[in-house]
T-cell receptor
Framework: GDSVTQMEGPVTLSEEAFLTINCTYT??????LFWYVQYPGEGLQLLLK?????DKGSNKGFEATYRKETTSFHLEKGSVQVSDSAVYFC??????????FGTGTSLTVIP | DTAVSQTPKYLVTQMGNDKSIKCEQN?????MYWYKQDSKKFLKIMFS???????INETVPNRFSPKSPDKAHLNLHINSLELGDSAVYFC???????????FGEGSWLTVV
């Protein structure tokens, strides 16, 4: 069935390191793809999104490109900061305005 | 103004009690949701309403009953609380033809 798979964590990086969190999807049709971020003790916030193939979503230095050929939407950031420590969720739309979320990847950035 | 607001933020209660969590959105969205997040951060959809009508009802014990008095509100009532109900419950909303979902800040439920 349709789903979202993202890399398992936790991920620990030093400040200014390069970040990649992998996300792949299975789908019939052409879903919209999202990354949400959850900071400690807070709800989920939309980080970025892409609605069609080859679109690139970007926000706060994070980027992800909708790759139809590899069914992927990997999240990247060139230089992480301590304040980026959070749980990151990949998500996709489904029919009937439903959303599928990945299992979340916990990121800890150490000074 | 908070777009999706839910109350209470924290709730500690004893097993067997009945409790409610309220949710309101001021975004004018047609669709509202309840999600449950467990201790491993896994998000599971519980219910979805579109214009006050139930459209998603995942496998959830019937002790959980959502109620939508109007399209801006979706409350969650839980009967006979169990230890396993301890989790964070998120309310969310989205436009009916839109494709971004907006979350509330969560309600931390602890059953003791």
């Amino acid at each position: 069935g349709d789903s979202v798979t993202q890399m398992e964590g936790p991920v620990t990086l030093s400040e200014e390191a390069f970040l990649t969190i992998n996300c792949t999807y299975t789908a019939t049709g052409y879903p919209s793809l999202f990354w949400y971020v959850q900071y400690p003790g807070e709800g989920l916030q939309l980080l970025l999104k892409a609605t069609k193939a080859d679109d690139k979503g970007s926000n706060k230095g994070f980027e992800a490109t909708y790759r139809k050929e590899t069914t992927s939407f990997h999240l990247e950031k060139g230089s992480v900061q301590v304040s980026d420590s959070a749980v990151y969720f990949c998500a996709r739309t489904h029919t009937g305005n439903q959303f599928y979320f990945g299992t979340g990847t916990s990121l800890t950035v150490i000074p | 103004d908070t777009a999706v607001s839910q109350t209470p933020k924290y709730l500690v209660t004893q097993m067997g009690n009945d409790k409610s969590i309220k949710c309101e959105q001021n975004l004018g969205h047609d669709t509202m949701y309840w999600y449950k997040q467990d201790s491993k951060k896994f998000l599971k959809i519980m219910f979805s309403y579109n214009n006050k009508e139930l459209i998603i009802n995942e496998t959830v014990p019937n002790r959980f009953s959502p109620k939508s008095p109007d399209k801006a509100h979706l409350n969650l009532h839980i009967n006979s609380l169990e230890l396993g109900d301890s989790a964070v419950y998120f309310c969310a909303s989205s436009p009916s033809r839109g494709n971004t979902i907006y979350f509330g800040e969560g309600s931390w439920l602890t059953v003791v």
